[in-house]
């Protein structure tokens, strides 16, 4: 199972038996059956037919509605899957306080465990280099979490360990590119691109799957409510920025799979990959995604799109059982 990106300009999404297929002018640029595709996501001009959405209907496949450099503007989605009584729980939890700040506080504390092990991972290769000064600024982060007493504070703790992460981040780069620190909204350079790229990756993915499970993503326990913002994704994505997005463009940017002149620039609009280029990093995304690995707590092989759903269940578990919420943590 896979995701289906749609990304050729004027093409349309059509339906034949339990088939979708793809076609521009009257070229078939894909034809696959609807089992094998987890979600569709279709980038800018392209087309599709109500057939075809009836299809993934059907299927309980949901599709992404996205720009052409990627800024989600909306999904469709079948209301087959939702699950009234995990979402009344989900609404009872919002108001227990204690509940709320012992999740943030173990997505906060396995997002920097994560972001600890991307650098040791690193250093291991390259002793040359030395992490020491934000390995500790880290730690101390780490343990300033466990006394932390509001939500709020949180945030404060976060964005510090976030600094000192990538200050570690940017020793990492090594090739051409170069990296002036997180920007985003919009991103500015090539590698702050492949970051905010890969993390509305992951959004959207965290994001169909809640839906999918039964939750409401619009309601969240660590991030703000926003209006038209699906913050309980916010929150889940949060432990897999480190594993899957940091390393992601460090293997993309020091491997050399991407050059500059993969990239352009808008004006007041940020840096993008160029199409040909987006459709080599979405094969590059889904490797990763779908690469197994051993997890040592269980001994079972999994894929980090298997450890969305796990985490999704052990969230779901959390709020009916009252189990305590355990982040997923990269193991090196």
Not at 27 to 49: M, P, R, S, W, Y
Not at 176 to 204: C, Q, W
Not at 239 to 250: K, M, V
């Amino acid at each position: 199972m896979a995701n289906l990106y749609l990304t050729e300009q004027n093409s349309i999404l059509r339906k034949s038996g339990d088939r979708l297929i793809v076609q521009k002018d009257d070229e078939t640029l894909l034809d696959v059956q609807c089992h094998k595709i987890d979600a569709v996501l279709i980038f800018g001009n392209v087309q599709f037919t109500t057939q075809a959405v009836h299809e993934l209907f059907e299927h309980g496949i949901e599709m992404a509605i996205l720009t052409r450099t990627g800024k989600l503007i909306g999904q469709i989605t079948s209301p087959a899957t939702k699950n009234i009584t995990l979402r009344l729980q989900q609404f009872k939890k919002y108001w227990d306080n204690t509940f709320r700040l012992a999740f943030s506080r173990e997505l906060v504390s396995g997002k920097i465990k994560n972001g600890i092990q991307v650098i040791r991972h690193f250093s291991y290769n390259h002793p040359d280099i030395s992490f020491e000064a934000e390995l500790i600024a880290l730690k101390t982060r780490l343990n300033d979490v466990r006394s932390v007493a509001r939500i709020e504070q949180l945030f404060g703790l976060e964005g510090s360990a976030a600094n000192e992460y990538f200050d570690a981040f940017g020793k990492m780069i090594l090739s051409e590119f170069t990296f002036p620190g997180r920007k985003k909204h919009p991103s500015t350079d090539p590698v702050n691109a492949l970051l905010s790229l890969t993390y509305t990756m992951i959004f959207n993915e965290i994001s169909s799957l809640l839906d999918g499970l039964g939750f409401d993503p619009y309601l969240s326990y660590y991030h703000s409510i926003d209006y038209g913002r699906a913050s309980l994704a916010s929150d889940l994505m949060e432990e897999f920025r480190a594993p899957i997005g940091d390393r992601l463009t460090l293997t993309l940017v020091n491997n050399r799979v991407f050059s500059k002149d993969d990239f352009y620039s808008n004006p007041n609009e940020g840096v993008y990959l160029r199409r040909e280029a987006l459709k080599r990093y979405f094969v590059e995304y889904e490797g990763v995604l779908n690469r197994e690995f051993v997890r040592k707590e269980t001994g079972e092989n999994t894929t980090f799109r298997k450890c969305f759903r796990l985490q999704a269940e052990r969230l779901a578990s959390s709020i009916q059982d009252d189990n305590p919420y355990i982040p997923f943590e990269l193991e090196i």
